[in-house]
C-alpha cells in the first residue's frame, strides 16, 4: 500500500520559515519524481510549487523561485519543502505527490498539511 504523510505545517507570520516533510512508503522511491502542491481554500485551484526530479533538475513556480527549495533524501524516502520569506498569499494546504518517471500525471498523493501566514 503506497502512503505520503506530509507533517510540519502551522501556522507562522509573514518573514518566517518552514520545512514541510513528506514521508513515502509502499513504492520504489527513486523510480518516481516527487512534487509538493499547494491549494489555498477548498475549491480552488491546486497549484503546482515545486517537484524534483533527481538532486539536479528540480523545478518551480514562479510564486515560490528563490524562496522555496525542495529536496529528497533517497534512503530515507523522503521530500523536503523548505519554504523561507513567508507571505500572506502562501497560505494553503501543501500536498505531496508522486508520478512515475516518464508520466504526465502525478498518481499518488498526500493528506494535506496546513501552512497559515497570519498577519
Known amino acids: 500500500q503506497v502512503q505520503l504523510v506530509e507533517s510540519g505545517g502551522r501556522l507562522v507570520q509573514p518573514g518566517d520559515s518552514l520545512r514541510l516533510s513528506c514521508a513515502v512508503s509502499?513504492?520504489?522511491?527513486?523510480?518516481?519524481?516527487m512534487g509538493w502542491f499547494r491549494q489555498p481554500a477548498p475549491g480552488k485551484e491546486r497549484e503546482l510549487v515545486a517537484?524534483?526530479?533527481?538532486?539536479?533538475?528540480?523545478y518551480y513556480s514562479d510564486s515560490v523561485k528563490d524562496r522555496f527549495t525542495i529536496s529528497r533524501d533517497d534512503i530515507k524516502k523522503t521530500v523536503y519543502l523548505q519554504l523561507n520569506a513567508l507571505k500572506p498569499e502562501d497560505t494553503a494546504v501543501y500536498y505531496c505527490?508522486?508520478?512515475?518517471?516518464?508520466?504526465?500525471?502525478?498518481?499518488?498523493w498526500g493528506q494535506g498539511t496546513q501552512v497559515i501566514v497570519f498577519v
Open positions: 517537484a524534483i526530479y533527481n538532486r539536479f533538475s528540480t
Open positions: 505527490a508522486a508520478k512515475f518517471r516518464g508520466n504526465q500525471n502525478y498518481t499518488y
Open positions: 509502499g513504492l520504489t522511491f527513486g523510480n518516481y519524481v
